[in-house]
């Protein structure tokens, strides 16, 4: 039996009884995203160079969605990005200033934590997210879709572990004027 809706806005709510718990928290957290990014003023966002294929990286792109400087956090400015990695694709040992949350959207995310913090809730089953682990320490995770991390000022390498894209969407509050990506 097919299950796939072609008949439902994936991002307008509905009241439907055929929406899972899954797609009720993806459309409550992507709802709750775009309502924060306007609820920040967002402006035009700065795009970086390295926004458009990061330095060092192999089969990434990387596309800007949308940022703005919160009133209520001076000197950040919180964005999102939706990078992909092609099979075979890396981005290899580099840092990022402030806090990240990043999703797994499609494919198997290998991610090895090499400093700061970052902790791991591993997609819903039964409707209920597992509860947030503290990530390994050089150790690479591989994630799945419906995963993913809180991390603070990671230093990290990541790379696609499969045989299909990795899609992955950053929510990043960082420092303003910062780079997003620096590389060892």
Avoid: C
């Avoid at 050089?138 to 899609?167: C, F, H, S």
Wanted: no cysteine; charged share 15%.
């Amino acid at each position: 039996m097919d299950t796939a809706r072609t008949d439902v806005d994936p991002i307008a709510p509905t009241l439907s009884a055929d929406l899972t718990r899954r797609e009720v928290v993806v459309r409550l957290g992507v709802s709750s995203l775009a309502a924060l990014l306007l609820a920040a003023g967002q402006g035009p966002m700065r795009v970086a160079a390295q926004d458009a294929t990061p330095t060092g990286a192999v089969g990434v792109t990387a596309q800007p969605m949308g940022g703005g400087q919160p009133a209520s956090a001076p000197g950040l400015e919180l964005t999102l990005r939706r990078i992909t990695i092609a099979p075979g694709g890396r981005i290899p040992h580099h840092t990022h200033p402030g806090a990240l949350v990043i999703f797994v959207e499609a494919g198997t995310f290998g991610y090895t934590t090499l400093g700061g913090t970052a902790l791991l809730t591993r997609a819903a089953v039964g409707g209920t997210p597992t509860p947030a682990e503290p990530m390994p320490m050089g150790t690479e995770v591989a994630l799945k879709p419906g995963d993913w991390l809180y991390t603070e000022d990671p230093v990290d390498d990541v790379r696609n572990a499969g045989d299909d894209d990795v899609v992955v969407l950053v929510a990043g509050l960082t420092r303003v004027g910062e780079p997003f990506t620096t590389f060892a």
